[in-house]
């Protein structure tokens, strides 16, 4: 009978479980030389404490939070409604539509204006500054 279960070369990460390294090569690495790293790429703490990078975060919260905030009260408003206000929501709009069901369809739609707003807002007011932060700091 043949030999159905010939194996080749062993592998010594599989053997041990080990895991290969996902980037680079699979060969140990030689260590740094002891001195100051040299740094490659952004220095990100010096684009946080930035003026721009402070102003374009300060732009965005001003947006966010309001918006988030307004979305929450509206949308705890239905729940609220739909929980204890069952003579107001079961009130008929036309046919055999209330208010219920119109608020409700009205969560998605504020849903999409607030997505549309964010989009229109972030494409002329973040985006520019987005871009000049990254100028600013050679990355692009």
């Not at 003026?51 to 947006?63: C, D, I, K, P, Y």
């Not at 998605?108 to 985006?127: E, G, K, M, N, Q």
């Amino acid at each position: 009978m043949q030999n159905v279960a010939r194996t080749a070369a062993r592998n010594p990460v599989e053997d041990t479980g080990q895991m290969r390294p996902l980037f680079g090569s699979s060969s140990p690495t030689t260590p740094e030389p002891p001195g100051p790293r040299r740094r490659t790429g952004p220095d990100f703490v010096a684009i946080q404490r930035s003026e721009e990078f402070t102003a374009l975060r300060s732009r965005f919260r001003r947006f966010v939070f309001p918006m988030s905030l307004a979305f929450v009260l509206w949308y705890l408003l239905y729940v609220l409604l739909a929980a204890y206000a069952h003579d107001f929501m079961s009130i008929k709009v036309f046919g055999e539509v209330n208010v219920g069901i119109v608020l409700g369809i009205l969560q998605f739609v504020s849903t999409a204006a607030i997505t549309a707003a964010y989009l229109r807002f972030a494409r002329r007011r973040i985006d520019p500054e987005v871009d000049e932060v990254r100028r600013q700091a050679g990355v692009q």
